[in-house]
């Protein structure tokens, strides 16, 4: 089963795809994919929660900052993933540290195209994405093109998961398939 999860920032995105991960698992191995680069102190602390609001939960961490194939390289195709999230993903492949963060667009497209085949290869898939279309404000054009690449993404992961659930103040909308709990 693959499941994409979207929504505001810290709306309950990370616990409702913890829970169900951990659920879709079985007992069996699963796998936090950790994506975020950190750039400071506030990075530092959203790592921190993240990793303490999972404790217990039997996770294996993966951490893959660029192409979400490398995380097979030790980790069990067979698991249960949680990629959390496909936001941070997305903005290491369109913004490369190695290419002094110069926008790469060819570097997003490759990352949508893996993160399907990626959802195509597993047993199970959790995708969270944040939700950053509902403002009508004009931002600059690397901006504009970051949240374009993200909503690409988006929209190809829906299309392609077995369930499509919408995050707001904890609550929840189920657009597509039948979650699970």
Not at 40 to 61: K, Q, V
Not at 74 to 83: C, E, N, P, Y
Not at 103 to 114: F, P, T
């Amino acid at each position: 089963m693959t499941v994409f999860i979207s929504g505001g920032a810290k709306c309950g995105k990370s616990a409702l795809a913890q829970n169900l991960t951990v659920t879709l698992a079985e007992g069996e191995k699963h796998y936090y994919v950790a994506t975020m680069i950190s750039t400071g102190a506030e990075d530092d602390e959203r790592i921190r929660r993240h990793i303490a609001d999972r404790a217990g939960m039997g996770f294996e961490t993966v951490e893959c900052f660029c192409n979400i194939m490398d995380c097979l390289k030790s980790a069990d195709k067979d698991g249960t993933f949680l990629v959390d999230s496909v936001t941070s993903l997305m903005q290491n492949a369109l913004f490369p540290i190695e290419k002094n963060y110069e926008m790469d667009l060819l570097g997003a497209s490759r990352c949508a195209e893996a993160l399907v085949e990626f959802a195509h290869i597993v047993r199970h898939a959790v995708f969270v994405s944040d939700y950053i279309y509902s403002d009508a404000e004009r931002y600059s054009d690397s901006t504009e093109a970051y949240r374009r690449c993200l909503a690409d993404i988006d929209r190809r992961l829906a299309k392609i998961c077995d369930v499509v659930v919408e995050v707001s103040a904890g609550q929840y909308v189920v657009h597509k398939g039948e979650l699970k709990l």
